[in-house]
DNA sequence: GGACGCATGTAAGAAGTTACATGATTTC
DNA sequence: GAAATCATGTAACTTCTTACATGCGTCC
């Protein structure tokens, strides 16, 4: 039986570092949040499953009197981590109501132009943000691990992209004639 | 209030024909799916909903003997549409479980390597995919409505910039030396 | 003393998938 | 007569988000 989906990214934040849970969900907003997110809602009950199961293993770490447990891999969590590398698994999801919007854009004249036109801010937002966490990922390149600043330009090609499509369609769009009339 | 991400699929599906559950599932599966899926267990009780709402109203239409409920738009169910579409929503989910694993390859040194490779073929199999489906979008162009051809392209480039990447930053990582260790 | 950050958690509900169930009709 | 397609639905389950609750420590 494969891992949870949390349960994967949870042992993955694990493989290096020790970590409490709210380590964890600060290592995920600092980096996988883009393609791979996780809640507090998750994140702790997952913990405890994990725990139950043998992966990982909690100790009482409190940091100045602040109560604190942090959490390692187990062997046997470390080969569970390696299995689900190893696997073929291919989750690969995308949603975006702004591509839905300008499918539809048919119904009102005046949406596809917006819906493009917001679709490229968010994806310039979207790189702003990657921007943001560069540090980190050239941190971790530095201290021997290469992967994270190579998925980051995954990302930051990907929006790139995006956002010069964005802005190609919009010059397409008035090229054609900004106020064609859709059906209504 | 806001429409239900599905209402809003439906809503649009609907927008310049009548269609039955079935048909609307189809439609989806046959355009909108690789940006925003709907399954049965999602439709058929959105239809009920959309009723209650008078957003959409069922007329019985069997089709050679088979039982049949077409649904269209009320004058309602028109504006909530155009009234969705002018709203600045913007849910944009990405979830890659390919890019997860590259992002944790450093604890297994094999790993790296099969994730690129994998996520290739995986935007390589999609864009294969979107080519099948090209022949309906362009159907809708000649019909009048551009928009589904030109979100069709925007796939198209996506996964052929992703599938680029995929295949540079594979020769990237054979050529930084393809058994380099990790730790363990 | 108040705001902010650290730290852990739960409850409710929305959203979505999967599998199942049913039955008619059409095609080979 | 078997298989595929049309057609509609439900139940169970997984996943995830959001909002709430609690309390300590530190900084201004």
Chains 1, 2 share one sequence.
Not at 21 to 39: H, L, N, P
Not at 116 to 127: A, D, I, S, T, W
Not at 167 to 174: A, H, M, Q
Request: net charge positive; hydrophobic share 35%.
């Amino acid at each position: 039986m494969g891992l949870s989906p949390t349960a994967s990214v949870i042992l993955g934040m694990l493989r290096r570092t020790p970590r409490s849970g709210y380590e964890i969900k600060q290592a995920v907003d600092g980096s996988t949040r883009f393609f791979w997110a996780a809640s507090y809602g998750q994140i702790y009950p997952e913990l405890r499953q994990l725990t139950a199961a043998g992966l990982i293993e909690g100790e009482a770490k409190p940091r100045g009197g602040r109560k604190r447990t942090v959490y390692r891999l187990t062997r046997k969590g470390r080969a569970a981590l390696r299995k689900w590398l190893d696997e073929p698994t291919e989750v690969h999801e995308l949603r975006d109501e702004g591509l839905l919007k300008l499918f539809f854009a048919a119904a009102d004249p005046s949406a596809a132009l917006q819906a493009v036109e917001r679709k490229q801010h968010l994806h310039e937002r979207k790189l702003a943000e990657l921007r943001e966490i560069e540090a980190g990922a050239e941190a971790a390149a530095a201290a021997g691990d290469p992967y994270p600043q190579i998925v980051l330009r995954c990302g930051i090609e990907f929006h790139q992209t995006s956002a010069g499509w964005c802005r190609r369609t919009r010059d397409e769009l008035l090229a054609r004639g900004d106020d064609e009339k859709g059906e209504s």
